[in-house]
């Protein structure tokens, strides 16, 4: 059974950057497709990002593109979330979630009701 630990949050300043890890346990990660997700108080969880089981194909929340990179090393078992610019608004539990998926699906991204492995969370706060 694939479980998922995510670090790296914390406090930041707006403008500052962080690097969120999500390292996977019990299973290889190189079977799973990846997201990382985020749920600010009060709203709805969102999609931030997404990385297909190839690596190959990625994909952003429009609030985030250009800002963050999503990237995996499958040797380590963890996928990463580089932010850079960091808003207040980027404020929130963020998590990851994986989905395995067959050699058809190499570059598949998954829809966010898809994902049936979820972390606990990592938090996030910019604020000056």
């Known amino acids: 059974q694939l479980q998922l630990v995510e670090s790296g949050g914390g406090l930041v300043q707006p403008g500052g950057s962080l690097k969120l890890s999500c390292v996977a346990s019990?299973?290889?990660?190189?079977?799973?497709?990846i997201g990382w997700f985020r749920q600010a108080p009060g709203k709805e969880r969102e999609g931030v990002s997404y990385?297909?089981?190839?690596?190959?194909?990625?994909n952003y929340a429009d609030s985030v593109k250009g800002r963050f990179t999503i990237s995996r090393d499958n040797a380590k078992n963890t996928v990463y979330l580089q932010m850079n610019s960091l808003k207040p608004e980027d404020t929130a539990v963020y998590y990851c979630?994986?989905?395995?998926?067959?050699?058809?699906?190499?570059?598949?991204?998954?829809?966010?009701?898809?994902?049936?492995?979820w972390g606990q969370g990592t938090e996030i706060t910019v604020s000056s």
């Open positions: 979630a994986a989905v395995a998926l067959g050699n058809y699906y190499m570059d598949y991204l998954p829809k966010m009701e898809e994902y049936d492995r």
């Open positions: 019990g299973h290889e990660m190189h079977y799973y497709s």
């Open positions: 990385i297909s089981r190839s690596g190959r194909v990625t």
